[in-house]
């Protein structure tokens, strides 16, 4: 492997150290505790996973955790009715409403009830037209942690040539508004672009967020390229042994590694910074909410 290893762990870890700082520092000197606000419907086994993770790196960082389980049936009206409960809760700065919701709630009007200052998933309309515009919003967590391992690894990103694979509204969609906030000139690359290989063969910065395991091989990677693998598919490992699987990105790893200037892997790259970033973000709407000056190095 001739790629420079971006440890998304290492430099997740150093995030979480800065939040945890900046919430002793806001506790000290400000009488007041980031509170974050999980919200899950349902009993998907990935998404308790998932909520307990958050819940754990939250109290960790010194910030208030509350949980909310809902079964699976609650109706839209009583979700709608807790989320306002958490909007108008001073003590909560960020609200997450972990999806996927069941089919019979409207996972958009959900999103777009809670309220856009403490939407630290930065899935609310008005934050996507704030992103989108270039104002000051919450970014989502994903594309935000992406940013800051190619700020980290690059210094400045301005005049580089970025393509974004995907389009999807979570990942794909606000990772391009970023990279052209740091003044890249971006493509976004989907599965109707025509000769794909070739548009993604000039990008000096790659990212893969398509959900499809090991789709980017090597030689579609210019020599000295930034990859940054989005994907965490699992496919099957009949060299583990019968019925065993292994975690793969977007990314051909082994062969992308060959050319790339650096990458991310799959495990421990962009995944650790999600939760990290979802930190940040509510650390941010807490200082916001108080006029307060934003913790440096922790937005977009």
């Not at 070739?198 to 990212?207: G, K, L, T």
Request: charged fraction near 20%; charge should be negative; proline fraction near 6%.
């Amino acid at each position: 492997m001739s790629a420079t290893l971006i440890d998304g762990k290492a430099f997740a870890a150093t995030v979480r150290e800065k939040v945890a700082t900046h919430v002793a520092r806001l506790k000290d000197e400000h009488g007041l505790t980031p509170g974050l606000a999980v919200v899950i419907v349902g009993d998907d086994p990935a998404s308790h996973v998932y909520v307990r993770s958050k819940g754990k790196a939250t109290v960790e960082a010194g910030m208030k955790s509350v949980e909310h389980r809902l079964d699976a049936d609650t109706s839209e009206e009583a979700l709608l009715t807790l989320v306002e409960q958490l909007n108008t809760d001073p003590s909560i700065h960020g609200i997450l409403v972990q999806l996927p919701l069941p089919g019979h709630l409207n996972e958009d009007l959900v999103i777009n009830a809670i309220d856009p200052a403490k939407d630290v998933d930065g899935f609310h309309i008005s934050n996507v037209g704030l992103l989108g515009t270039g104002q000051k919003s919450m970014v989502p967590c994903t594309p935000l942690g992406c940013l800051m391992m190619l700020r980290d690894h690059h210094g400045s990103l301005s005049g580089l040539d970025a393509v974004v694979i995907g389009r999807s509204n979570i990942v794909g969609k606000p990772m391009a508004q970023l990279l052209l906030g740091d003044s890249c000139t971006v493509t976004i690359a989907h599965s109707r672009t025509k000769d794909l290989p070739e548009v993604v063969r000039r990008a000096d910065i790659v990212v893969a967020a398509v959900g499809r395991p090991e789709m980017v091989p090597g030689d579609w990677i210019k020599p000295g390229a930034t990859v940054i693998d989005v994907g965490i598919n699992r496919i099957d490992a009949p060299e583990k042994g019968e019925g065993k699987t292994r975690l793969v990105g977007d990314c051909h790893f082994e062969s992308c590694a060959e050319v790339a200037g650096a990458i991310t892997p799959v495990p421990g790259g962009v995944g650790p910074m999600t939760i990290a970033c979802l930190l940040a973000n509510t650390v941010t709407a807490c200082c916001r909410a108080n006029s307060l000056a934003e913790p440096e190095g922790l937005t977009a």
